[in-house]
């Protein structure tokens, strides 16, 4: 088997407040393939977006990675001084981030934003970014982009700065896209364009993807795998067609059956009983125990560890038919 | 942008008029300006051969406008105390001002933004705790103290530069400059430090509150993700964005500076127009009253104008609208 192109294994992240450590992210491992699209989904707060700035090392302090290993294509990048980081963002990993309303800086063209960020990667001239540039506005579907390179944000509607965005971030061609929550702040409507965007892109440019979202249609729709991370560890993960069809851990259970269907109208809406433990106070043993169904004796105390069953990977003792000395 | 500007325009001619008027007031309300001028055993006849060459024997609207078109033409009328023009007096005096207030200005920016962007940037380092501290002191110390202070201790006790005046200086045309000698620039340190410090530690909190309020947003951190450079990311989107604020403050600013170099410039006997307003109110010399608040009034819808203009060329948005609403 290739090497993955991300792979991350055991991740930390932590951040010092005032009420002591916090542990956001908490043992995660997971791998992307080559030209494939990791899907990752839970609640807001479960970690999701600060995985996706710790693969691209954008942790701010108080955060900081705590332990693990990120590495991209073999390399290690966790720990790479800052400066050897900076070439990392960009080159060869392009990052996407909710709004594209606020991510364009205001006062600068779009075709200025996008020839500054080639050059700093790419020893091109400034006519041969510039033409790299319309190149690829007309491959993320702007319109006359010969005409629209010298717009500045404000003049594109929403789902365009997201284009402009999604150009951005490929404009080095990255080994590796990280689309954090893509088409939340945008419409229903742009929405399956920018999805069928960003899944072209990665297919055209044997792109890896990691896409952050808490929209299971949108991830059904795009994603090879998904990851299901609840409370700052990775809950399950599999082949999205099993995850979805089959779901194994009882969170994963409950956040597909609460997806509505158009079917049932008659029915009200399931939903998970409680919430998301902050992350000052994560239950002893499985965190999702207090709000689990099947939760018995040893899910208060012992914390559940990756288990693989078939294709998928499930943290849950419901799984673990050996008794946990023998399994050690 | 043409109809924008036009219209700004009209609408600062019509400030002007307003400060016309009182201008103009001034010359009615401030005692009988004959009395200043004759001495008291002048005869009442003299008096009125006086007022007439004066034309205050006419009826106020028609002083009104007569003065309203000379002050047009920049002619002031004659001071009381010089027996000059006013225009002359103040034409003489207006470089030494506005040389004074460009410096100040010019130091003010620069140390306020290099200041303001360190302190931003290096948060927690001593010096930037320093410049907090400075810039508490020059904001609540006031000008006159400032200005003792440093004569005190550069002119009289180091004796590095000198008091007063503006040393020696050479004709341009009507203009005059201090910036072409060597004792005209050593004359123009201690001032400019003075009437600029206060702007300085202005923009400089300004250039630091604004920085830390842009390093935060979502461009910036983009901006970060796309792999540019530090460097690139503070100079060329953080320090651009917080330039409108900047703007807007210096560009008032700098119409305060030359109004209230009347403290600045009676401390270093700077020979300003500050200076020769200061004697004027002693003396209540009137048309140089009036014509200085005309001046100062005029800088000040000039400068507003211009901070307007230049807003659209920081920003392109502000282009956008402007040219939609106009």
């Known amino acids: 088997m290739t090497e993955p192109v991300l792979s991350v294994r055991n991740l930390q992240v932590e951040f010092a407040s005032r009420r002591g450590t916090l542990r956001a992210i908490d043992d995660v491992s997971f791998d992307i393939a080559k030209g494939e699209v990791l899907g990752v989904v839970g609640e807001s707060g479960a970690g999701k977006s600060v995985t996706g700035l710790a693969v691209i090392g954008l942790i701010d302090p108080p955060g900081r990675i705590a332990g693990g290993e990120i590495r991209l294509a073999g390399m290690r990048i966790d720990n790479l001084p800052p400066e050897d980081m900076r070439r990392v963002r960009g080159k060869r990993i392009g990052m996407i981030f909710q709004d594209p309303l606020t991510s364009l800086n205001p006062l600068y063209k779009v075709g200025d934003q996008i020839v500054e960020t080639i050059r700093t990667h790419l020893n091109l001239s400034e006519s041969a970014a510039r033409r790299r540039a319309i190149d690829l506005l007309a491959e993320v579907g702007i319109p006359a982009p010969e005409k629209r390179i010298d717009g500045y944000p404000h003049e594109f509607s929403g789902g365009m700065r997201q284009r402009v965005v999604i150009a951005l971030a490929i404009c080095a061609e990255p080994e590796l896209i990280i689309a954090d929550e893509p088409t939340t702040a945008l419409d229903v409507s742009v929405q399956a364009q920018i999805i069928s965007l960003i899944k072209r892109l990665g297919r055209d440019h044997g792109t890896a993807v990691m896409l952050v979202t808490h929209d299971m249609g949108v991830i059904a729709e795009t994603s090879d795998r998904v990851a299901v991370m609840y409370a700052g560890r990775v809950a399950e993960i599999g082949p999205v067609q099993d995850v979805v069809k089959n779901p194994l851990h009882p969170y994963a259970k409950g956040l597909m059956g609460a997806i509505p269907t158009l079917a049932g109208e008659d029915k009200r809406l399931v939903q998970i009983p409680g919430s998301m433990p902050r992350l000052s106070a994560i239950p002893r043993g499985c965190s999702f125990n207090p709000r689990c169904a099947f939760a018995f004796d040893r899910c208060r105390v012992e914390r559940p560890e990756p288990l693989p069953r078939g294709a998928q990977s499930v943290a849950c003792h419901l799984y673990d038919t050996m008794p946990a000395e023998s399994a050690a | ?326």
Request: include cysteine.
């Open chain 2, 1 to 326: 942008m043409l109809a924008f500007t036009l219209r700004r325009a009209v609408q600062a001619i019509g400030v002007m008029f307003a400060v016309g008027i009182i201008a103009f007031s001034m010359f009615r309300f401030a005692g009988d300006p004959v009395n200043q001028i004759v001495s008291i055993d002048t005869s009442a006849a003299e008096r009125a051969i006086v007022r007439k060459s004066l034309g205050l024997d006419d009826p106020v609207p028609v002083q009104f406008v007569r003065y309203f078109a000379d002050a047009a033409q920049f002619k002031f009328g004659v001071s009381y105390q010089f027996r000059q023009p006013v225009s002359a007096l103040l034409s003489e005096r207006m470089p030494a001002t506005l040389e004074l207030a460009i410096c100040a200005t010019v130091f003010a920016m620069v140390f306020g933004i290099l200041m303001g962007v360190y302190s931003a940037l290096k948060r927690d380092t001593v010096l930037a705790k320093l410049f907090q501290a400075v810039s508490l002191i020059g904001i609540s110390l006031p000008t006159f103290l400032i200005g003792i202070l440093l004569i005190y201790l550069f002119a009289v006790t180091l004796g590095w530069l000198p008091s007063f005046g503006r040393g020696e200086v050479v004709k341009l045309g009507w203009w005059t400059t201090g910036l072409l000698t060597l004792s005209g620039l050593k004359a123009l340190i201690m001032p400019s430090i003075t009437l600029g410090l206060f702007q300085m530690t202005l923009i400089m909190r300004l250039v630091r509150a604004e920085m830390l309020e842009v390093l935060r947003t979502d461009y910036i951190r983009f901006a970060r993700a796309r792999g540019l450079t530090t460097r690139a990311i503070h100079f060329g989107h953080a320090l651009k964005n917080t330039l409108i604020p900047v703007i807007t403050v210096a560009g008032l600013q700098f119409g305060s500076v030359i109004a209230f170099s009347i403290i600045t410039e009676t401390v270093f006997q700077w020979p300003g127009m500050g200076l020769l307003f200061v004697q004027a109110v002693q003396n209540v010399d009137i048309p140089i009253m009036a014509a200085y608040l005309l001046m100062v009034s005029l800088i000040f819808v000039t400068i507003n104008l211009v901070v307007d203009i230049l807003y659209t060329v920081v920003d392109p948005r502000l282009r956008a609208t402007v040219g939609r609403a106009t």
